[in-house]
């Protein structure tokens, strides 16, 4: 098992470019999670799809959006990019609605490092 | 005020000792308490998950939550220089038939010296 993945590894955008970040798990998991780390930010939540053809808002959603492509695939989208969204994203997935730690436990993926200029 | 307090370090520690992280947080919610560690340039991987209050071992780790004093710690014993990483800790309160809600700390930076 692979278990989460993401493409590219690494981005360099110019400001106004637009990209896809691609993130696939392998776990047969209902939810995923697209999330930014900042220095002394922590870990700060985008958007989140609690099962497929589901969609939300988390903590900063603004500048980007979502498609859940199917059970699997989870990707996120920058329209126009911005010097203020250069960070590190990370994708994640947990078990979905089915209660307890099933549901609680996400697993992460390795994360994809951007720099907009 | 942030949900979840966690100090960032750095935390030096020589080869062997017994290291203690901590988190506390203000949302009396909270039931599920999870460790992660990050190592540099990598993705958060699931360390240690525990349930309300109460202690977990697992190996050298044991994971230990007060609900009283909205604390919790992550022990390390016989520190080893691979445990040199960031440690987040992450926290939820479980709502039945929805995705997860993890708030994390900003996670603490640990240094283990041989």
């Known amino acids: 098992n692979a278990g989460v993945t993401q493409t590219p590894k690494f981005q360099v955008l110019k400001t106004g470019q637009s990209m896809t970040l691609q993130c696939a798990q392998d776990m047969n998991h209902n939810s995923m999670y697209w999330y930014r780390q900042d220095p002394g930010m922590g870990l700060r939540l985008i958007y989140y799809?609690?099962?497929?053809?589901?969609?939300d808002k988390g903590e900063v959603p603004n500048g980007y959006n979502v498609s859940r492509l199917n059970k699997r695939e989870f990707s996120l989208r920058l329209e126009s990019a911005a010097p203020s969204q250069t960070s590190v994203y990370f994708c994640?997935?947990?078990?979905?609605?089915?209660?307890?730690?099933?549901?609680?436990?996400?697993?992460f993926g390795p994360g994809t490092r951007l720099l907009v200029l | 005020q942030k949900e979840v307090e966690q100090d960032p370090g750095p935390l030096s520690v020589p080869e062997g000792a017994i290291v203690s992280l901590n988190c506390t947080y203000s949302?009396?919610?909270?039931?599920?308490f999870m460790w992660y560690r990050q190592y540099s340039r990598k993705g958060p991987e699931l360390l240690m998950y525990t349930y309300s209050s109460g202690n977990k071992e697992d190996g050298r780790f044991t994971a230990q939550v007060d609900k009283s004093s909205k604390y919790i710690s992550l022990f390390i014993r016989d520190s080893q220089p691979s445990d040199s990483a960031t440690y987040l800790c992450a926290m939820s309160a479980f709502d039945t038939g929805t995705a997860s809600k993890l708030t994390f700390g900003t996670g603490t930076r640990l240094q283990v010296t041989l």
């Open positions: 949302n009396s919610a909270f039931q599920y």
């Open positions: 799809s609690a099962s497929e053809g589901t969609t």
């Open positions: 994640a997935s947990s078990g979905g609605a089915s209660g307890g730690w099933t549901q609680e436990t996400q697993y």
